[in-house]
């Protein structure tokens, strides 16, 4: 059983899921539910309406071709480091109950490819300048969210990785050690920020006329808040008094000076 979805309450239980891995033979739901059918799904459809308003208007348009752009490259980065979401909550707490079953297969595909579906029925003229900026700001998103990511990946597959051994960090009693420098020394979820800047430019091209294509940002901005916070007390389980020292030591939790 899930240990994160056996509460007792059985709305949370129903929500988060009572069974870790539910499993045919070898064939493991959740595990094959968390990447493939909604990433891939979630990038078919905006191919789908890419090709439909190069069937409207002639062309598609370069907000299209930006949304899409930096969707796929977010798509391709997960199954490329398909195997860091073995060592995601999702995978090691979470059972696979309605929020895992019905995210994967029905929220991710049909609502993360929001901001493609309002450019269809909303056009947005954007210049060459303004493109300029949202691609440097989802550079700038991409470069944290996976420096962040492969850091952490890095030292946990092997710390003395040359690429990780100078960085600094602290003893646990479990014998692991957390890092307290690099990334991890700015924020105690750098591969958050990184991930909701992101967001943010998914979001631009769509212009600031509306507030529909800024939903995913409002809402994973959400997500990650009470994901950050689940798996705060899970590391204070885990890691007791080193997690104390770990928060004093880096005291924001995902903007530095913010929050
Ligand atoms: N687009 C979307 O809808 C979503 C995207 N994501 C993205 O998925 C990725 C994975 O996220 P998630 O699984 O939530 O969390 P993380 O990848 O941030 O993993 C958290 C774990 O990392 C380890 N850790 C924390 N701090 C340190 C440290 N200082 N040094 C070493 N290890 C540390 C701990 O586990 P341990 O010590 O046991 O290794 C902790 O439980 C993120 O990039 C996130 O942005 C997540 C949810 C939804
Ligand atoms: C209100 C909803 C029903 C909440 C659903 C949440 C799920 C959509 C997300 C929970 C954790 C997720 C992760 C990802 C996608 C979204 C869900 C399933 C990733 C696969 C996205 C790509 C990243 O590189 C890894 C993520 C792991 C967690």
């Given at each position: 059983?899930?240990?994160?979805?056996?509460?007792?309450?059985?709305?949370?239980?129903?929500f988060?899921?009572?069974?870790?891995?539910?499993?045919?033979?070898?064939?493991?739901?959740?595990?094959?539910?968390?990447?493939?059918?909604?990433?891939?799904?979630?990038?078919?459809i905006?191919?789908?309406?890419?090709?439909?308003?190069?069937?409207?208007?002639?062309?598609?348009?370069?907000a299209?071709?930006?949304?899409?752009?930096f969707?796929?490259?977010?798509?391709?980065d997960?199954?490329?480091?398909?195997e860091?979401?073995?060592?995601?909550?999702?995978?090691?707490?979470?059972?696979?109950g309605?929020?895992?079953?019905?995210?994967?297969?029905?929220?991710?595909?049909?609502?993360?490819s929001?901001?493609?579906?309002f450019?269809?029925?909303?056009?947005?003229?954007?210049?060459?300048?303004?493109?300029?900026?949202?691609?440097?700001?989802?550079?700038?998103?991409?470069?944290?969210f996976?420096?962040?990511?492969?850091?952490?990946?890095?030292?946990?597959k092997?710390?003395?990785?040359?690429?990780?051994?100078?960085?600094?960090?602290?003893?646990?009693?479990?014998?692991?050690?957390?890092?307290?420098?690099?990334?991890?020394?700015?924020?105690?979820?750098?591969?958050?920020?990184?991930?909701?800047?992101?967001?943010?430019?998914?979001?631009?091209?769509?212009?600031?006329?509306?507030?529909?294509?800024?939903?995913y940002?409002?809402?994973?901005?959400?997500?990650?808040?009470?994901?950050?916070?689940?798996?705060?007390q899970?590391?204070?389980?885990?890691?007791?008094?080193?997690?104390h020292?770990?928060?004093?030591?880096?005291?924001?939790?995902i903007?530095?000076?913010?929050?």
């Amino acid at each position: 059983l899930a240990p994160g979805g056996n509460s007792g309450n059985p709305i949370y239980d129903f929500f988060l899921g009572r069974e870790l891995n539910p499993r045919i033979c070898s064939f493991d739901f959740k595990y094959f539910c968390e990447l493939r059918p909604g990433l891939i799904g979630w990038v078919l459809i905006n191919l789908a309406l890419l090709m439909q308003e190069a069937e409207l208007r002639g062309s598609p348009s370069l907000a299209m071709w930006l949304v899409n752009g930096f969707q796929l490259l977010y798509v391709g980065d997960a199954l490329w480091h398909e195997e860091a979401v073995l060592t995601t909550m999702d995978i090691i707490r979470d059972g696979f109950g309605f929020m895992l079953a019905f995210g994967d297969l029905a929220w991710v595909p049909f609502t993360y490819s929001l901001q493609a579906q309002f450019l269809l029925y909303h056009p947005e003229p954007l210049g060459l300048p303004l493109a300029s900026v949202i691609c440097l700001i989802k550079a700038v998103g991409y470069y944290i969210f996976r420096g962040a990511n492969s850091q952490k990946n890095t030292f946990r597959k092997n710390p003395s990785d040359p690429r990780v051994a100078d960085l600094e960090t602290i003893s646990t009693a479990t014998g692991r050690r957390l890092l307290v420098s690099g990334w991890w020394g700015m924020v105690r979820h750098p591969n958050y920020l990184g991930d909701l800047i992101m967001a943010l430019a998914w979001s631009l091209p769509c212009g600031v006329s509306h507030l529909l294509p800024y939903f995913y940002l409002l809402y994973f901005t959400a997500l990650l808040v009470h994901r950050e916070a689940r798996d705060e007390q899970q590391c204070l389980q885990k890691y007791g008094l080193a997690w104390h020292a770990y928060c004093r030591r880096v005291p924001y939790r995902i903007v530095p000076y913010i929050y």
